[in-house]
């Protein structure tokens, strides 16, 4: 049986040899993890929950944070960098996308990576907001390990300084989220 030591040693080892790029990733990889699970955190403290049912899962209500400040979001000159990072087709994250092989009566479920669909009618914040749960789903869920620009260390490190970006820039959007996300009383 493997150690989780070694399991996060031969996992960060597809990114470089340099042990110090490895370092580095790791500490972004956590810092963002950290800030977007505080995030969600505070959307839920913050009133945006789905599913309001006394007894259900208390999950972060994404859609309804867009619907409430979609107005108040604009693309300045200190988010412009970050944001056209996130939502420009050729820097976008990639998505994760189904498709089935049938070979000798035998319907076999695959998986490849396609650039992610930017709805360039969709609000601003719609389309940061989908990008930065997007690189959070693919590192959370692995699925990244299989796209080609995973291993490109540069590639992953600039999504996650982005997202970790915006994130700070939509938890201003609303006081009480700013309030929730940086209380830690």
């Known amino acids: 049986m493997i150690s989780l030591t070694n399991f996060m040693s031969k996992m960060f080892e597809i990114f470089s040899f340099e042990r110090g790029e490895q370092d580095e990733l790791r500490k972004e990889i956590f810092k963002f993890f950290v800030v977007f699970s505080r995030f969600e955190f505070a959307l839920k403290e913050g009133g945006y929950i789905k599913k309001r049912e006394e007894g259900k899962n208390a999950e972060p209500d994404w859609d309804a944070f867009l619907k409430a400040n979609k107005s108040k979001f604009s693309v300045t000159a200190k ?8 939502t420009d087709p050729e820097t ?3 998505n994760q996308k189904i ?3 049938t070979e000798s009566d035998v319907k076999e479920i695959k998986t490849h990576w396609t650039e992610q669909t930017i709805d360039l009618n969709s ?9 930065v749960k997007l690189v959070r789903n ?21 999504l996650l300084k982005h ?9 201003e959007l609303d006081q009480n989220i700013s309030i929730y996300f940086e209380d830690f009383a």
């Open 138 to 158: 693919n590192l959370f869920h692995g699925g990244k390990y299989g796209d080609k620009t995973w291993c490109d260390l540069n590639r992953t490190s600039s």
């Open 123 to 131: 609000p601003s914040l719609k389309r940061v907001i989908d990008s």
């Open 99 to 101: 498709f089935y092989v």
């Open 79 to 86: 988010c412009s960098n970050s944001y056209c990072y996130l």
């Open 92 to 94: 976008a994250p990639n």
């Open 163 to 171: 997202s970790i970006f915006m994130l700070f820039v939509l938890k």
